[in-house]
């Protein structure tokens, strides 16, 4: 077949494009063989699930340490999907997230002891005789909760972007299929939202009734995204071109896990009167509920109490403050290191000082170290003024202080928010454990 090209610029073009397009079909016929049709699939190793709650959740256990609060001996109810969307979505979310919660629960350590409820296996260990109920733990509060909405669709929003050019070369020969060359790009993006929202509550497992405000509601939105992209190219007739999508979803079940782990942390935090907010980064909002019970205990305590509480959480900080008497220079230069607003005028503390150090107290290993030598200085002393009221009465009534001293585990209710005062018999035998 021959061709009339008509002057030298059009020639030039022609072989220019010529070359181009043979080069291109070259390569890809190469490719494009359906015998050496291929496809390689990526390796993946297994690795340990983390997320960015991961280091909260224990450094939430090394807080409740540190602070010194109560056991919490906790049980968790069957957790699951109450909105019935995991059935009707086909999984989209999942039906039951008790194991996520155990998971977080038992992340946690520290002050916090998970009880799981699982009633058919400890039937079935009784029938076999391998265990009973006298060493059996028996918990403070129960966790209830699920997920109580998932809405879809809630926002889809389109974009798309078309773009193309041509020439036509009128001084081509008609035996070319086309004296058009045409250029052709497509990007089109289409985006979802849907929200996720998770309700736990505390329940005391002696009453079974509700603690007031021991609760955390928490939602999550999630996104997904289809992305197309099609770039096309027509040389004299024929045309050529690469057409490419993507779609991604962010998963659902591993938000859930989020929320499963960010409510955790609040209701036990809320639970046990600590700072947990410290733990989920620095746009986290402070707790009313938790700093309302910190003003409660301020105005419940008279100033020595208060001041008792200042030196102990100083010493905790890593100042050496005397650990007895009334408000003194070495203590008054340590607040002022802790709070620059502080001013040591009438040798009293206001709730502002008061709160900002309870609050503000290091959650570190050292502070932790410290704690445990508090622990081993009040079982000191304890045990010095027992030895002093042995010698000072006779055999029969240091026979009834001994067994005073060993009381018989009984049934308690729950009791929100309560402080201990760090000199109590309470707070001793939950840092003696503490104690190498």
Known sequence: MKFKIQNRTTRRVLLMLMTLYLSVMMFACASMDPRNVDV?????????????????????????????????????NPIGDKTGS??????????????MMKSSLNSVGG?????????????????????????????????????TEFDRGLATKSENLDLSAGYEFKDLSDDFPSKDIDFRYGDAVKRGLARITLDFNLLDFRTMSGLSKMTAVNTMEVHK?????????????????????????QGRHAAVRLLVE???IQIVGKYLVVPYWRLLGE???????????ITAFYYSQDEAGRVSNIKTWLYLYGYDVPLTGGMDGVTQQALQQVDSSYRPEGNKIGLETFSKVYTNIPITQKALGRRKMLARVYKRQK??????????????????????????QESQGTE?????????DELINILNELSP
Request: aromatic share 6%.
């Open 86 to 99: 995991s059935q009707a979505t086909g999984g989209e979310i999942p039906r039951d997230i008790t194991e």
């Open 225 to 249: 995204a289809v992305n197309e992209k099609e770039l096309g190219i027509s040389i004299l007739g024929p045309t050529f071109g690469l057409k490419g999508n993507m779609k991604k979803v």
């Open 40 to 76: 390689q699939l990526e390796t993946t190793p297994p690795r340990e699930k983390i997320t960015s709650y991961t280091e909260s959740l224990s450094d939430l256990g090394l807080m409740t340490e540190i602070y010194g609060t109560e056991k919490l001996l906790i049980q968790s």
């Open 262 to 264: 960010l409510s955790t």
């Open 383 to 408: 045990e010095a003024a027992a030895q002093r009221s042995e010698y000072s009465q006779g055999p029969r009534e240091a026979k009834v202080r001994a067994e005073s001293t060993h009381p018989k």
């Open 111 to 147: 002050n916090v002891i998970y009880i799981p409820y699982d009633p058919a296996f400890i039937q079935n260990q009784m029938v076999t005789g391998y265990s009973n109920f006298q060493e059996k733990l028996i918990p403070n509060v129960v966790l209830s909760g699920g997920i």
């Open 283 to 293: 746009d986290a909002k402070v707790d009313n509920t938790v700093t309302d019970m």
């Open 416 to 424: 929100r928010g309560r402080f201990r005062i760090l000199d109590s």
